[in-house]
T-cell receptor, first 118, second 114 residues
Framework: GAGVSQTPSNKVTEKGKYVELRCDPI?????LYWYRQSLGQGPEFLIY????????DSGLPNDRFFAVRPEGSVSTLKIQRTERGDSAVYLC????????????????FGPGTRLTVL | AQSVAQPEDQVNVAEGNPLTVKCTYS??????LFWYVQYPNRGLQFLLKYITGDNLVKGSYGFEAEFNKSQTSFHLKKPSALVSDSALYFCAVREEGRFQKLVFGTGTRLLVSP
């Protein structure tokens, strides 16, 4: 079946501009995650959705970053007034929600969106 | 707070030899541990996970990992390396409970030579 898809695959923008990054999770996955991966680093957690609501947004670096998932499927990560330090690969992942320790489900990752802020 | 350490930036091994990629973790509660592999220009691919039970877990492509609670380690292993195993490997931890986020290590590049 289809995996997690992300669009665009690459985005180049100028400092100060607004960008939107889209994620299509695996069908039926209620949990959705955004991570950011800088060069030479592991992915860093940004935000987690369970259904339509953000259950944990503790990883968002500041109020320029915002994400939505209005219908519990597709999610959009929005970055306002982009800065050069925002340049990174933005990864989206989805998973089935596990309610017990016996059902801790792995996260499936998309290919990422490479954001370059000039 | 959770954390993961991958002490080796790169591991070099000859094809056919066993490989080990090291990972240690820190959590305040029970850990859920994962290994992912990343090929160039591709997303992270899940290899295996430890949740509970048997300390030796087997995963995709012949990889396995051993959970050692006393040493807080979760090393990735394979008995016989292939050139095609060359990639970037990430260890990740999630703490038992309501927090769903994964905390990743910085990654270890595995280079398997013919």
């Amino acid at each position: 079946g289809a995996g997690v898809s992300q669009t665009p695959s690459n985005k180049v923008t100028e400092k100060g501009k607004y960008v939107e990054l889209r994620c299509d999770p695996i069908s039926g996955h209620t949990a959705l995650y955004w991570y950011r991966q800088s060069l030479g680093q592991g992915p860093e957690f940004l935000i987690y959705f369970q259904g339509t609501g953000a259950a944990d947004d503790s990883g968002l670096p500041n109020d320029r970053f915002f994400a939505v998932r209005p219908e519990g499927s597709v999610s959009t990560l929005k970055i306002q007034r982009t800065e050069r330090g925002d340049s990174a690969v933005y990864l989206c992942a989805s998973s089935l929600k596990g309610m017990t320790s016996a059902k801790v489900n792995e996260q499936f990752f998309g290919p990422g969106t490479r954001l370059t802020v000039l | 707070a959770q954390s993961v350490a991958q002490p080796e930036d790169q591991v070099n091994v000859a094809e056919g030899n066993p490989l080990t990629v090291k990972c240690t973790y820190s959590v305040s509660g029970n850990p859920y541990l994962f290994w992912y592999v990343q090929y160039p220009n591709r997303g992270l691919q899940f290899l295996l996970k430890y949740i509970t039970g048997d300390n030796l877990v087997k995963g995709s492509y012949g990889f396995e990992a051993e959970f050692n609670k006393s040493q807080t380690s979760f090393h990735l292993k394979k008995p016989s390396a292939l050139v095609s195993d060359s990639a970037l490997y990430f260890c990740a931890v999630r703490e038992e409970g309501r927090f769903q986020k994964l905390v990743f290590g910085t990654g270890t590049r595995l280079l398997v030579s013919p």
